[in-house]
């Protein structure tokens, strides 16, 4: 049975549906990027992206907060209380420059530090997850500008024989080489951006260890996909990944997340 998404996450799925459009605008082009202040890259598709859905976002519901990475970058972070959306508008701007299609549009909703609802699509692969706590999670195709075709996400039991294993294609680190020999694992399989949330709750992968810093926007969209499929993700230390976490500048600790 398919589950149905509240009004709420349909229209955050065609605003990332729209911002998609706009980052595959720039992707057939001859782009360039530029490095920002924290080192990391950026486009203008990122920037084309960020634009759509920070117009739409107040349109959906104009009370609540949004925390977007390239607005964070610049120094615009505004207050937010116990429910705020947090939007990466392109995670895997890597991804995109090397043009192997593993970049996403992610969309979150957050409250209490809890990620309640997330949309991750990936435009270049024209598929697209979406969770909302207690309704569900679900995966499609987008077509001609409207996602269809939904299939229901739930996590599986680990493999008695091991472990698929998700890592980042680029940001695998030693702490990663060193927590993989801990494991028994059946595969590894790299994927980018927050697509590696959406495989573990897909049932297509089991683990997703992260231990080199990510940003509160790179995850809690996949991370609302993966709770709303049964999966959760927690910190290195043990307790749950929470968001809003302001005092270290919205940045995460390590984490694994899993079935």
């Not at 104009?62 to 615009?76: D, F, H, K, T, Y």
């Not at 505004?78 to 429910?83: G, S």
């Not at 996602?147 to 698929?164: K, N, S």
């Not at 990663?176 to 697509?195: F, I, Y």
Request: proline content about 5%.
């Amino acid at each position: 049975m398919t589950a149905l998404p509240s009004r709420l996450m349909q229209q955050l799925i065609d605003l990332s549906i729209r911002a998609g459009s706009g980052i595959m605008a720039v992707y057939a082009t001859g782009f360039s990027a530029r490095e920002k202040g924290d080192l990391t890259p950026v486009t203008e598709a990122d920037e084309a992206a960020e634009k759509i859905i920070l117009t739409g976002l107040p349109r959906i519901d104009g009370s609540i907060p949004v925390i977007s990475e390239e607005a964070a970058s610049a120094g615009r972070i505004p207050e937010v209380a116990a429910r705020f959306f947090l939007v990466d508008p392109l995670d895997g701007t890597k991804e995109f420059i090397s043009r192997n299609g593993e970049f996403t549009v992610n969309i979150a909703l957050v409250e209490n530090g809890v990620p309640v609802a997330g949309v991750v699509y990936a435009p270049a692969l024209k598929r697209i997850f979406w969770g909302e706590a207690g309704v569900g999670a679900e995966h499609g195709k987008v077509e001609n500008g409207a996602a269809g075709h939904w299939h229901p996400l739930a996590v599986r039991a680990l493999p008695a024989d091991g472990a698929t294993v998700v890592a980042s294609r680029s940001h695998r680190d030693q702490a990663t080489e060193d927590w993989l020999k801990t494991v028994k694992v059946k595969s590894l399989r790299q994927a980018g951006s927050s697509l590696k949330f959406c495989l573990v709750a897909a049932a297509e992968a089991d683990l997703y260890p992260r231990f080199g810093r990510t940003m509160e926007w790179d995850t809690a969209a996949g991370h609302a996909v993966l709770l709303a499929a049964g999966g959760k993700v927690v910190t290195v230390d043990g307790p749950a990944l929470t968001y809003g976490k302001r005092a270290r500048g919205y940045d995460n600790p390590g984490f694994i997340a899993s079935a």
